[in-house]
């Protein structure tokens, strides 16, 4: 399966328990990869040796689990794993929207839960590495009602596994919360067309 990265670098951005929060959505992550039609290639990377997200990790999904072979787990970090121009930092605060889902590509997806918000985190992280990053075209697609932009890990994982199937955001942007968005027609705001009775008024 196609690689995909998730950087476990955060331990000293989270508090312990936005750290379990992060473990419990990894452990989501992981089910929901295994359950895909084709899963893809799980690297955790830049965990430390008998540190706590480790140790966390280890507690909730059982030792033998852990060393099972579902993923790759790894103390390297994510720009050892790939050529720097072959990886991409998915992160809400890029400037680039990822409109095409590259299969030959190397996503990483940063393994953060941050309650509080720690806006740019995962960005520094691409910045230094010298690699690109991309957010979700969720603007794009879908009318913004309230709530962050920052989506869950599982989440994440939802919606990168529907998209690597077919390429249809659309069709993978309906694991964005319903509650997020003001109008679930999941057209390209661009060329919706506006509803019959506003262009009556204004004419
Ligand atoms: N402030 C954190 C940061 O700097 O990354 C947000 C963490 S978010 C809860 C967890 C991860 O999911 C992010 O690091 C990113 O990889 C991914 N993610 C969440 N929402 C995203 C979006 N709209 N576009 C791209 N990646 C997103």
Redesign the pocket.
């Known amino acids: 399966g196609q690689p995909l990265l998730f950087d476990m670098s955060f331990e000293k951005d989270m508090t312990l328990r936005e750290r379990k929060n992060c473990i419990q959505q990894m452990v989501k992550v992981i089910g929901l990869n295994r359950r895909a039609l084709r899963p893809f290639h799980l690297h955790l990377c830049g965990m430390v040796d008998g540190g706590l997200v480790e140790k966390d990790f280890i507690r909730e999904l059982g030792e033998r689990a852990f060393h099972q072979g579902l993923f790759t787990s790894t103390t390297k970090p994510f720009y050892e794993i790939a050529p720097t121009n072959e990886l991409v ?6 400037r680039c929207k ?1 409109l095409e889902f590259d299969p030959k590509a190397f996503y ?3 393994g ?3 309650k509080l ?7 520094a992280k691409a910045k230094r590495a010298g690699i690109k990053t ?3 075209p ?1 603007d794009y697609y879908l009318a913004w009602r309230l709530g962050s ?5 599982d989440q ?1 994982m939802s919606i990168l596994i529907s998209v690597a199937e077919d390429g249809d955001w659309p069709r993978a942007l309906q694991h964005v919360p319903q509650r997020k968005i003001r109008n679930p027609t999941f057209a390209p705001i661009g060329s919706r067309s506006e509803p019959q009775g506003q262009r009556n008024k204004r004419k």
Do not use: E, F, H, R
């Open positions: 930092y998915l992160t809400p605060d890029s990822l990483v997806v940063g953060i839960v941050d918000m720690q806006p740019g985190l995962s960005l991309a957010c979700l969720l932009k920052n989506l869950t890990l994440m």
